[in-house]
């Protein structure tokens, strides 16, 4: 197994330097090896390649024919530099929690660099995190296989993984608490009176619809309601597709069908839930005399907008980035603290759609 580059003395070492020069003025001098040697309790050839990480990286010179590096006349002061590799796909919910991510990073001092992809397997970890020192992998909305967790266990770099479940010892996972998404969900319904509730799942398959559905499935079961079946609906969205008009489409056909046999819906993400307000105002339902709404998502602020107002079970999006953020530098420590697992805890937003 790879040894990873943050648990090794001369990445710790550079790291130290680092420090030291963020706090100098360009061309002045660092101390010598022989004098980080006694400073920092390193061997002579640990302060050589230390210094020379820094040197490539253009953050210190050497003129010719002089034993001091000095600080380069421009270079960027960062603490880190961080590699973001999210899927080749835009989306409010996403490109909030990149954002974030950027966020919280930026508050340490870190630089980052993207890599977007298309297919998961096809990522070259070693090549795309090139000279980066951590890595924040978004994987694409479909289950993780076990090639890409072998990957993930075996960085040469610390890695976070962002949004899907894991729930692997070791590796960094933050992801929010989808469970309680979907319990919250049945019982919030349940307590406004609705005994028949569709779920829409309107995403692709993957661990958070998953867990959704499992967390709406016990909710269901413990308040004695049914769930599943006929009360389960399943747009078959594919991986980076937009499956609002599909889904727009299929809601729409069972619509037609007569008037629907439940009370409420529940959308497992945002798009569903948007979709769901058009088609039943279009089929002369009313929202939420007729048919209650309500959706998980609402990472921004559109559900406020909509009409009537979605209600929404909602995240604090920042919290992807502050609890990224919290892993890496905990990785990036001296310490290379043990990879964990952080849960974003989701909160109930009532508007006028229930």
Not at 4 to 22: C, D, G, P, S
Not at 177 to 198: K, N, P, S
């Amino acid at each position: 197994m790879p040894r990873v580059l943050t648990e090794t003395k001369h990445y710790q070492a550079a790291a130290q330097i680092r420090e030291q020069v963020n706090t100098l003025s360009p061309g002045e001098s660092l101390p010598v090896a022989s004098e980080l040697m006694e400073t920092l309790d390193i061997s002579h050839g640990t302060a050589m390649r230390a210094l020379k990480v820094l040197a490539d990286e253009g953050v210190i010179v050497r003129p010719l024919g002089r034993q001091r590096y000095r600080i380069a006349e421009r270079f960027e002061r960062v603490s880190a530099r961080i590699c973001m590799i999210r899927p080749d796909f835009s989306s409010s919910s996403l490109d909030n929690m990149v954002q974030s991510v950027y966020a919280a990073g930026q508050r340490r001092n870190w630089k980052f660099n993207q890599y977007c992809f298309r297919k998961s397997e096809e990522v070259d970890f070693a090549r795309v995190m090139g000279e980066a020192d951590a890595t924040v992998l978004i994987p694409a909305a479909e289950f993780i296989g076990p090639e890409l967790v072998k990957a993930l266990l075996k960085p040469a770099r610390p890695v976070v993984v962002l949004l899907q479940h894991l729930r692997h010892p070791g590796i960094n996972n933050v992801c929010i608490d989808d469970f309680r998404i979907g319990e919250l969900a049945a019982e919030t319904l349940y307590e406004h009176g609705h005994r028949r509730i569709l779920f829409i799942k309107d995403q692709p398959d993957e661990t958070t619809m998953a867990e959704r559905f499992r967390g709406f499935s016990a909710a269901a079961k413990r308040l004695n309601i049914p769930s599943g079946g006929e009360l389960f609906f399943d747009a078959h969205t594919n991986v980076f597709e937009d499956g609002r008009e599909n889904c727009y489409r299929l809601f729409s056909a069972l619509l037609d069908r007569g008037r629907p046999d439940f009370t409420a819906v529940f959308s497992a993400s945002l798009e569903g839930g948007i979709v769901a307000l058009r088609a039943l105002r279009e089929h002369g339902l009313r929202v939420p005399d007729d048919i209650a709404v309500l959706s998980s998502g609402g990472e921004d602020a559109l559900p406020a907008y909509l009409y009537p107002p979605l209600s929404c079970i909602e995240i604090d999006r920042t919290k992807f980035g502050e609890y990224a953020a919290e892993l890496l530098a905990a990785a990036l420590g001296p310490d290379s603290a043990q990879p964990r697992q952080l849960e974003i805890a989701p909160m109930l937003v009532l508007r006028e759609s229930v």
